[in-house]
């Protein structure tokens, strides 16, 4: 039976250290059952808060100020949970002044009471599992120097010397118990972080071999259609007699676009087979062939018209981006309003490169047929994240579509 939202079960969470404070997702275990006397036990708090009240107001004539003192001891024991030091600081105020205002007696401990030993056990305990194992021996060490030099500092009827030795060694005690769960932990979290990493790793090689699948069946599929229409194209005014020259542009434009993609596409198939491979050996398109990019989509019968500024030196990631959004805000024109009058204009303003493709209503109702994945505006997205830009694209009120970006001419660092 799962629990999620518990109240008895947020309330333990609060009461004993299980945990983060409030959250019920803890399970009944040893290591639950022992911090009800560890640190942040709010019963063993009150158990020696009560247990110190009624010392310091019978043994040794503390009646008007040990309510004070018995609930800053008892604080201590809580504090260590969120704090191990400001804790032990606590234990060290109320066991100094019980030291220098208490009236000590034969047979009474002195200077610090039983209940205060046992404080002192939890505290060292917390600061020796928390911190780092210099400053837990650092306040061990603090704590007995003061203890002796107010042990011995102060006429008392009663010799501390025993008192000062036992806190002593039960101090080191706990700290070298908490030096030890601290070890335990510290090699349980290096277990779970060598576990994370090879799940990680599992991960990584699991990517790596989809990515290898995927580029595999680009290769299988689509190179070999590519190259199919690439020999057809390239071969059809041989083998087609007679035909007019604007046929022949035509099939050699379709070659040329034909040849591009596979280039291209081999490019992304070396990324994709090896995510750390560079696999471009021709430099990638940037704006400067931007006029052959217009040239091929009005071959298609889309007129397109380029209204290009002097653009100052862009570094390449921030040329190949431009060229992708208008490639692929050209590209859904062809594809969704074949024919319609279409406008691109590249300019700088305000430290960013703008840029806006925008179209008319296709020349007919229907469109090319050619049904798109719609990948295309969220990979124009993704390419002006990566540079902090803004991407705004949006229809316009005659049936066309607008298109309009703004790259940053500083990369993000």
């Keep these: 039976m799962r629990w999620p939202t518990n109240p008895i079960r947020r309330l333990f969470s609060l009461l004993i250290d299980t945990g983060p404070a409030g ?74 002044w019980i030291a220098v205002t208490a009236v000590s007696k034969v047979g009474v401990p002195w200077p610090v009471t039983a209940p205060g030993i046992l404080v002192l056990l939890v505290v060292q305990f917390a600061v020796a599992r928390d911190r780092r194992p210099l400053v837990s021996f650092g306040l061990w060490l603090t704590t007995i120097i003061l203890g002796f030099a107010v042990g011995y500092g102060i006429p008392q009827t009663t010799d501390a010397e025993l008192n000062l030795t036992l806190i002593g060694f039960l101090g080191l005690g706990a700290t070298i118990v908490g030096w030890s769960v601290r070890a335990v932990r510290n090699a349980q979290e290096r277990v779970a972080s060598e576990e994370r990493l090879t799940a990680e790793e599992r991960g990584r090689r699991q990517i790596l071999e989809e990515r290898t699948r995927i580029a595999r069946e680009l290769h299988d599929v689509v190179a070999h259609h590519m190259s199919v229409i690439t020999v057809q194209a390239s071969t059809a005014p041989y083998r087609l007699p007679g035909l007019p020259e604007e046929a022949r542009a035509e099939f050699t434009s379709i070659g040329d676009q034909a040849r591009e993609s596979l280039s291209e596409l081999r490019r992304l198939l070396t990324v994709l087979r090896d995510e750390n491979a560079i696999g471009i050996r021709e430099p990638q398109p940037g704006l400067e062939r931007l006029e052959g990019l217009l040239d091929s989509v009005r071959r298609s019968g889309t007129p397109v018209e380029l209204d290009m500024t002097t653009l100052p030196n862009l570094s390449e990631a921030l040329s190949l981006t431009g060229y992708r959004i208008i490639q692929e805000a050209l590209s859904n024109v062809v594809r969704h309003a074949p024919g319609a009058a279409t406008t691109v204009t590249v300019s700088t303003g305000d430290d960013a490169l703008l840029i806006a493709v925008l179209n008319g209503p296709p020349e007919s109702s229907s469109d090319s047929g050619i049904v798109g994945a719609g990948l295309g505006l969220a990979g124009m997205r993704e390419r002006v994240k990566l540079l902090d830009g803004r991407l705004d694209t949006a229809p316009t009120d005659d049936g066309g579509f607008a298109v309009h970006a703004i790259l940053p001419l500083r990369e993000p660092t």
Aim: aromatic share 14%.
């Design 23 to 96: 959250d019920p997702s803890w399970r009944f275990s040893t290591v639950t059952l022992l911090a009800f006397i560890g640190p942040g036990s709010v019963p063993l708090a009150y158990l020696l808060f009560m247990t110190q009240w009624e010392v310091l107001s019978t043994e040794y004539d503390q009646s008007t100020i040990s309510l004070l003192t018995a609930l800053v001891t008892a604080a201590a024991v809580v504090v260590v949970r969120f704090n191990p030091v400001v804790g032990w600081m606590l234990w060290l105020v109320s066991t100094g």
